[in-house]
């Protein structure tokens, strides 16, 4: 194999590095999150993140875990409503796809951020079912309060 064959973009050893450095970006970004959870920025927003774009999306009655009545970051659930949901390794529609969730499959929430918009919906969610993946919030309803920001 050729020097230039390895480093051509096509090359899956190249891609191959490219999705382990960014898998460690992502990792490195989730150890240091809980560190910062409870500083003032963004943490008061109670919204769904599926509500702009399907008003019919979940603000249920979940309980928080904290003394104050806050939820725990990571303990958010929602309910996957396309039929197949692409989980993707960024907040981005041409992100690559780790997994797909399917309709009616429950999904575990650390928080949300914004990204690319999905009909109308720049949220996306990083959920922590087995792997870390992002999955667009359009098509998640909130089963309890809304997640936090990441």
């Known amino acids: 194999?050729?020097?230039l064959s390895v480093l051509s973009p096509r090359s899956p050893?190249?891609?191959?590095?490219a999705t382990a450095v960014a898998a460690g970006a992502l990792a490195t970004a989730v150890a240091v999150t809980p560190a910062v959870a409870n500083?003032?920025?963004g943490g008061g927003d109670s919204g769904s993140g599926s509500a702009t774009a399907n008003p019919s999306g979940g603000n249920g009655g979940g309980h928080g875990s904290g003394n104050d009545g806050r939820q725990e970051q990571g303990s958010y659930r929602?309910?996957?409503?396309?039929?197949r949901l692409a989980l993707r390794t960024s907040p981005a529609r041409g992100s690559d796809v780790i997994r797909y969730a399917h309709r009616g499959e429950t999904v575990h929430i650390y928080c949300k951020t914004p990204?690319?918009?999905v009909k109308g919906n720049p949220l996306w969610?990083?959920?922590?079912?087995g792997t870390w993946a992002w999955g667009a919030a359009r098509y998640?309803?909130?089963v309890g309060p809304a997640p936090r920001w990441c």
């Not at 050893?13 to 590095?17: E, Y």
């Open 125 to 129: 969610y990083l959920l922590t079912d």
């Open 115 to 117: 990204g690319d918009k």
């Open 78 to 83: 929602g309910v996957v409503t396309a039929d």
């Open 13 to 17: 050893l190249l891609r191959g590095l």
């Open 39 to 41: 500083d003032e920025w």
């Open 1 to 3: 194999m050729s020097l």
């Open 140 to 142: 998640i309803d909130n």
